[in-house]
């Protein structure tokens, strides 16, 4: 690990544990430099880390003083490694499945945007011009030239993240998932230990179990994304193999690490030879002036994995994915031939003519547009309808809401009494291996709004309130007199 | 396992091992029914076993005669329990798929049917229709619409087989082996043993690689199928967690079990608990006059998953497949959900459609008369230009060849200058993890007879029979007296 980083790290330490408290004079660069027997760059390097994250503040001519203390205290430390084979978990994501099919209002609890908001004309005919174009051709010995020219159209797409990627390295799959755990089938063995984030996509935890992986879970800020620190303690004291982490709008957080911090995790992994499988769907989607970049960007190593999609951005139905592996891309390719496995040739076809004809920047644009105004509607039907108490971060982007409900709120019931009411919603549990994230919810809100949009909100407002209200009357009668409850007849 | 089953392969070793040589009778029914202590009844069944196997014949009031040793006395025995990791089985395959890739003529090679042979025009205009039809509807939420539609014509299908599925029991993949690979990783646990087939479709070693499983390979004869007597034995000595079978039409060799077998082996799993990953993906293309059926068909314990597909039948490219899973179905649809893995959903609504409105019926029996015809001139191709001592069984169906080079011609060496030669072709090596299968190829003959093919047959046998006689020349010198060789300067 880098130095300045192994600094910040012990400074965030002494913030937590309370050695620096809140108000407090960090030593003076020259100070720290000559205790640390760092130079007063590195010292510099680390104090603008802690600065950037909030937990100092730079006084002119005064020095760096303690702000507060880190957000995450309760949560920075790392999960202990677990082998990941939990019924339990198991039974939450099925529960969360089985009401996304049985509820006449599925859309506030969906994993994807709803096909209303894509550009389904210009898609469909894309996809009878490929239909008619391809003729007899689409079995699997023409996945070739399918497959080529769809490699060719995501290589030229690279082009405008400033990432350099060769046809050769992408790899196309049937969904993003599919590439994800090719990557992980070829970088681990069962008994291996890989990091993922806490929160993450149950999706993740799915993999983890079905390849018998062992993970660090490492936390991220829905401010910031990441923690970096504690990834970088992790990786000292974890054999860690792989890492998987959603670097743009983390899921289901909304989470985006700035470019200096995925410049940093890059170097902090390759200084470690450990591979990042980076989870890039949600990325097309961000608000931001600038694109997002990639972390794959700032890899000079081939060590960054890229997984993409077109199911967030252009059909979630068609199941066409795909990576930019790096110095794997052999491997993962060869992998894919021993399962035998490919994407809908058609599909290949139809997203590859669409790319090269369809102005996928334009549809992207309005997409953004379009989601940008429906999380702003939706973050205020939260705010109007969900109990006092009630936070929700602002995403930079995506189609998620993670909302935290207050304390007294547990969101594995509000999900029960949702359902009965006919809406499904994604209660924070199924994000994790563990217990936390007890009080969140996902709300998806990627569908043009309506008035039943409207009324599935405040209706799940109504019931969390009322959860929220019973909570505070069993408090108050516990808080009450002993004597009063203990003397009735 | 059965007692006339115990009986038929005690008998089997005693024939193997010269015990009973040809021409020898065997005891009568009296004699064997007291010295075994068991039934007449069973005793019959033993030897009606050993008569089918074209082992003992009965003559008319003279009993029961030795005709001919096993064939398969060399590979009888089990193979040892072996974890499959294999890099150079790996690397067979890779070669493989690239050549496939690279040589203009890669048809012989091919592991599909040629697209030419499929209904295109009736499908296209299901795909059209479907594609109207589903409208905005083409994404994930959605998908519980295609799949409940397919799900129904799937389940309606199998009535025909004499199999009762409940549409609750079909999950809907993506391919076939997406399904084969789900049921294995719901049943088993890295380190576990499955038993496979041997030979067997590379797909089946990449799975069982990826899933770090371990096996015992039962030998197939093309004649009869799958050696139930060496399966009996592997159950009694190895933990057998699962077994993976072609049932009819084995790939590659083109054998089928009788409905006789069938039974005979769903009983003998039952016994052991077993379940059974049929692998059903060729019986539609059976040539018999009546249809062949499913091991499931006699399966009343929900310990069969039958997998099926519509890449070898309807459309390769379009990747949807499906596993009746029996028992097990709650909890395949569950891992499904896990992996977050859906077919194309276009690809699904196009086949439902196809398959109610289409009449796949009269387009399997069309694609079937092709094939066979297909068949008998790519034999006939075969036997004027491949060398003395070749042989080939003809298969019931399908539409693969299964050939056996004279001793001297090495499949690799072949493989290599037909390579060279732009020809690509399957050797039998891919389809083993050891060593077997070195004389033997696989040949495609599922695509319109014309000239070129013939000149690939051709221009194969040209190469197949200069090996041959390299290999005579070699023999000739070496056998030589070694004076002659010695004295030369």
């Known amino acids: 690990m880098k130095r300045y980083l192994q600094l910040a790290a012990q400074f965030e330490k002494m913030i937590a544990n309370g050695t620096f408290e809140p ?43 303690v702000t507060r203390r880190p957000a995450l205290t309760r949560s920075v430390t790392i999960a202990s490694t677990r082998n990941v084979d939990d019924a339990e978990g198991d039974s939450r994501v099925v529960r969360f499945m089985q009401a996304q099919r049985r509820c006449a209002h599925p ?162 992994l390759a200084k470690h030879g450990v591979p990042l499988i980076e989870d890039d769907v949600f990325r097309e989607l961000h608000f931001g002036a600038s694109p997002a970049r990639p972390a794959k960007r700032f890899d000079s190593n081939g060590l960054v994995l890229h997984c993409g999609s077109f199911s967030k951005t252009l059909a979630p139905g068609l199941r066409v994915g795909w990576v930019a592996a790096g110095r794997f891309a052999s491997r993962i390719e060869h992998a894919r031939w021993m399962a035998m496995s490919s994407a809908c040739v058609p599909a290949q076809y139809a997203i590859a003519d669409y790319l090269e004809h369809g102005d996928y920047d334009r549809g992207l644009r309005k997409l953004r547009r379009d989601l940008a105004l429906l999380q702003a509607q939706t973050i205020q039907a939260v705010l109007r309808y969900f109990p006092e108490g009630t936070s929700v971060v602002r995403p930079p982007g995506g189609f998620f809401l ?36 007890r009080h969140h919810v996902r709300l998806n809100y990627g569908r043009p709004w309506t008035q039943d949009v409207e009324r599935e909100l405040h209706t799940l407002g109504k019931l969390a309130r009322r959860l929220a209200a019973e909570r505070v009357a069993v408090n108050d009668s516990r808080e009450g007199p002993e004597h009063m409850t203990g003397e009735e007849p």
Chains 1, 2 share one sequence.
């Open 23 to 65: 108000g407090m004079r960090l030593p003076s660069v020259r100070q720290a430099s000559s205790s640390y027997r760092v130079s007063a760059s590195t010292v510099f390097h680390a104090y603008y880390m802690l600065e950037r994250r909030g937990l100092i503040v730079a006084k002119p001519r005064s020095g760096f003083f």
């Open 107 to 268: 859309g506030l609890g969906a994993s994807e945007p709803s096909a209303q908001l894509f550009p389904f004309g210009r898609l469909s005919r894309s996809w009878t011009s490929a239909t008619r174009r391809m003729g007899l051709s689409w079995n699997g010995l023409s996945a070739g030239k399918a497959e080529t020219d769809l490699r060719r159209q995501i290589a030229l797409r690279y082009i405008a993240t400033g990432v350099a990627v060769p046809i050769d390295e992408v790899v196309v799959t049937s969904g993003a998932l599919d590439a994800l755990t090719l990557c992980l089938q070829v970088l681990t063995r069962p008994g291996d230990t890989i990091a993922i984030e806490r929160p993450a996509f149950h999706a993740v935890q799915g993999a983890v179990r079905r390849l018998h992986l062992r993970t660090v879970e490492i936390p991220v800020d829905p401010h910031h994304g990441l923690d970096l620190v504690a990834l970088a303690d992790a990786l000292q004291q974890h054999p860690v193999r792989a890492c998987w982490f959603v670097t743009t709008l983390h899921h289901p957080t909304g989470a985006t690490l700035s470019d200096q911090r995925k410049e940093a995790l890059v170097v902090l």
């Open 402 to 437: 993670w909302v935290e409900l207050p304390d007294g709120v547990d969101a594995m019931h509000l999900f029960e009494i949702a359902e009965a009411n006919d809406i499904a919603i994604a209660p924070g549990a199924i994000f994790s291996s563990g217990s936390e994230f």
